[in-house]
């Protein structure tokens, strides 16, 4: 798949939870990623948020649609990944995947762990969708606000030192490699790893060693 440097970067934001979808109490979930989103993106983004309830087929259909249809490039989920019997949505994700991306969950679950030993429960996963044509990056994510920011951005001690590096310092590379628009950062929020022939003149850019 060739690159499309130019394309308008696409992201889906999906809150998977009964109540919310149905009025119970206000969403979070899609409020918390866009802040996030706004503050670590300098690259020109437009996102498609939908909120819907705990139902495999639902959320199936609405991931399907956001990459298909939407053409968003990167599509993050927040909410239904414990181990309570409504919680579907790494299901629902791993069965619209072309390819699982175990990494993703495994240093999520590393950084939650720093704060409570119940990280383990969590189930997050990350899929790539491939269509003839495209391809995008799918992430389950925490349902909490603080946790998807200590995801997203990881962990650092007093002095500002990286303790544990966050999950989005990898996907704009990802999304090269998919044939995606190129992300920018700031790197004072999230700094983006790329090896150094995959640079573009990206000063807050820090080359893999």
């Known amino acids: 798949m060739s690159k499309q440097p130019t394309a308008e970067l696409v992201i889906g934001l999906v809150s998977v939870s009964d109540r919310a979808s149905g009025g119970v109490y206000q969403d979070q979930g899609i409020p918390a990623l866009q802040e996030w989103l706004a503050s670590a993106i300098s690259t020109p983004f437009r996102v498609e ?7 495999r087929a639902t959320i199936e ?14 599509v993050l989920t927040t909410g239904g990944t414990g181990p309570a019997r409504r919680d579907v949505t790494p299901e ?3 069965a619209i995947g072309t390819k699982e991306m175990p990494g993703f ?11 409570v030993p119940t990280a383990i429960l969590s189930r997050q996963v990350a899929v790539i969708r ?25 962990l650092k001690d007093e002095a500002g030192h990286q303790v544990a590096a966050g999950i989005f310092a990898a996907v704009p590379y990802c999304i090269d490699l998919i044939g995606g628009p ?21 000063a807050s850019a820090t080359p893999l060693q």
């Open 105 to 115: 969950g495994e240093q999520m679950r590393q950084i939650s762990l720093h704060f």
């Open 61 to 74: 259909a609405t991931l399907v649609e956001l990459v298909d249809t939407a053409k968003c490039h990167l």
């Open 182 to 202: 190129y992300i920018e950062t700031d790197a004072a929020v999230s700094k983006t790893f790329r090896p150094k022939s995959a640079l573009k003149n990206q």
């Open 130 to 154: 491939e269509t003839p044509d495209h391809a995008a990056l799918v992430m389950n994510l925490p349902g909490q606000p603080k946790s998807i920011r200590e995801t997203l951005e990881g």
């Open 49 to 55: 948020t939908r909120l819907i309830p705990d139902d």
């Open 92 to 94: 629902a994700t791993l």
